[in-house]
């Protein structure tokens, strides 16, 4: 069931990119079955007129985090590149506020709230409760949804409109297991 919508309620999409889907450089299995249900999030957030806010990774080609640089991950999301663009069949509204991460080559981030005025930006829509789903969810999910629990708010977690990359089996739901030990509580099923 999921919960009803109110003032104060806004939907955080987290990286939900090319790169991270079926053919893309660090692709997440089953990745591109987030869109779908995120799409009837966006359009119960959009028809209640709540803010929606997406963050995405925009390396620069030396970003830390890749292999080439001695970080554990393949080259992705390139600034200006195809992989970097959120998904096609996304429907993301015109008013979305867009969040960059990790941008610089020295620093990665996994939370939407690393080196980002996303915190800022959610202040000033005055919001007290996200809906999170996205890519991926032992990784920037998790790092988000602990960096929002830390900052106060109230977490859904959109749990069809997420996947994870489980480098280890059950990567995922650890990650799940630790967001809602930390507060968040699970929405299943689509609004």
Not at 14 to 24: A, E, K, S, T
Not at 125 to 144: E, I, K, N, P, W
Request: proline share 5%.
């Amino acid at each position: 069931m999921s919960p009803r919508l109110q003032a104060g309620d806004a939907l955080l999409i987290i990286d939900v990119q090319r790169d991270f889907l079926p053919g893309g450089s660090l692709a997440v299995p089953d990745g591109d079955a987030v869109v779908a249900p995120l799409n009837a999030w966006i359009s119960r957030f959009s028809a209640g007129g709540l803010p929606i806010f997406a963050t995405f990774d925009r390396h620069p080609a030396d970003h830390c985090s890749f292999r080439d640089q001695g970080g554990a991950w393949p080259a992705h999301c390139i600034a200006g590149t195809p992989g970097a663009g959120f998904a096609d069949d996304l429907a993301l509204p015109a008013g979305v506020v867009r969040m960059a991460k990790a941008t610089a080559s020295h620093a990665d981030a996994y939370s939407g709230f690393s080196g980002t005025e996303l915190h800022l930006q959610l202040q000033w829509a005055m919001v007290r409760r996200l809906f999170v789903g996205g890519l991926a969810t032992d990784y920037c999910v998790l790092q988000s949804v602990l960096d929002a629990r830390r900052l106060g708010y109230e977490v859904v977690l959109l749990r069809d409109a997420m996947r994870a990359v489980d480098l280890r089996a059950g990567d995922g739901e650890r990650a799940i297991a630790t967001m809602v030990a930390a507060g968040a509580v699970m929405a299943e099923g689509l609004p």
